[in-house]
């Protein structure tokens, strides 16, 4: 076994905890408009997809499970908050779209945490969080070639 690479566990350890912060924030940020992280995270998604998404390509998107995807959008159309429309590439696998009141919530939350998100750029700047952007996706992009199948991509 190969030795482990302590700037690549510190790198992955800091976007846990990016992560978890994120989220927590995320819920405190968005509570008072009834929404929660994982609902904004799918709002997000498909706001700013340039195609209507299925459930399964936002779970992909997302690095989530199918399953727990289809349990948030289905939360998500018993409050109104996005519909289903039929998919012309799959018979059973519907689009899942933004109502108007999905796309007030998600600007609403969106306004919720600019200032948040001002201050990160007043720290780091907006080169810093560009180059962090890329690496992330890069090392997205390492992961998904050594781990997922050909069916995955």
Do not use: C
């Amino acid at each position: 076994m190969a030795d482990l690479d302590p700037d690549v566990r510190e790198f992955a350890l800091s976007i846990f905890e990016a992560n978890g912060r994120l989220v927590s924030a995320g819920n405190d940020l968005v509570a008072h408009l009834g929404l929660t992280s994982a609902w904004w995270q799918v709002l997000a998604a498909l706001r700013y997809s340039p195609v209507p998404l299925a459930v399964a390509s936002i779970a992909r998107n997302m690095g989530l499970t199918r399953q727990a995807v289809q349990r948030i959008v289905d939360l998500l159309a018993e409050q109104g908050l996005v519909e289903f429309k039929p998919n012309p590439h799959h018979r059973r696998a519907k689009l899942v779209v933004l109502t108007s009141a999905g796309s007030d919530a998600l600007l609403g939350a969106e306004r919720a945490v600019a200032p948040l998100d001002q201050a990160i750029v007043d720290e780091i700047g907006v080169a810093r969080i560009r180059e962090a952007t890329a690496t992330i996706r890069a090392m997205v992009g390492v992961i998904s070639d050594r781990l997922d199948g050909p069916d995955d991509h």
